[in-house]
């Protein structure tokens, strides 16, 4: 049997995972995370509580808002780590977004290195260059950098 304390102070829990105290509270305000109270009022944090803040963390790195991370925590468990299967619905309802915005980043890239390289010496080959205002129907912003997706 594991002699681990189940419950973390907040400075266990920010040193195990690399989080800010201050964010710490912050998630919690939010209802990303939650803890139980001392009769010292001082926070105590349940160990699968570091699951959930590397999989805040991990989103927020590819760019989703914590409206959306949100929307996701509430589908998983809060009591326990979430289990394989958990994971995998979580996985299947994001993988469309996913798949968007690797497609733009990708698309950023290769676009942005291509004028790094040519020096934009030639305008009417540039793909950012957008003569006499042509694509401004596609709408606001530079349409052939976004995803395919989001352009149809």
């Known amino acids: 049997m594991s002699k681990l304390p189940k419950l973390l102070t907040i400075g266990e829990v920010s ?5 800010a105290q ?8 939010r209802g990303l995370i ?6 010292g009022n001082q926070r105590r944090y349940d160990r699968s509580v ?10 927020q ?4 808002s914590l ?3 949100s929307e996701a925590l509430a589908t998983l468990p809060e009591d326990h780590a979430p289990t394989k299967a958990d994971w995998a ?3 299947r309802r994001w993988r469309d977004e996913l798949d968007a915005r690797i497609d733009g980043l990708q698309r950023l890239r290769d676009r942005l290195t291509g004028c790094i390289g040519c020096g934009c010496l030639s305008l009417r080959t540039c793909t950012l260059h957008n003569a006499d205002d042509k694509l401004a129907e596609l709408g606001p912003g530079a349409p052939l950098l976004r995803p395919t997706a989001d352009r149809t």
């Open 22 to 29: 201050t964010a710490l509270r912050f998630y919690e305000d």
């Open 67 to 69: 409206e959306q991370i």
């Open 34 to 39: 939650s803890s139980t109270r001392t009769t």
């Open 61 to 64: 790195r590819v760019g989703l």
């Open 15 to 19: 040193h195990r995972s690399g989080v």
């Open 89 to 91: 619905r979580l996985s």
């Open 50 to 59: 570091l699951r959930r803040l590397a999989f805040i963390r991990s989103a």
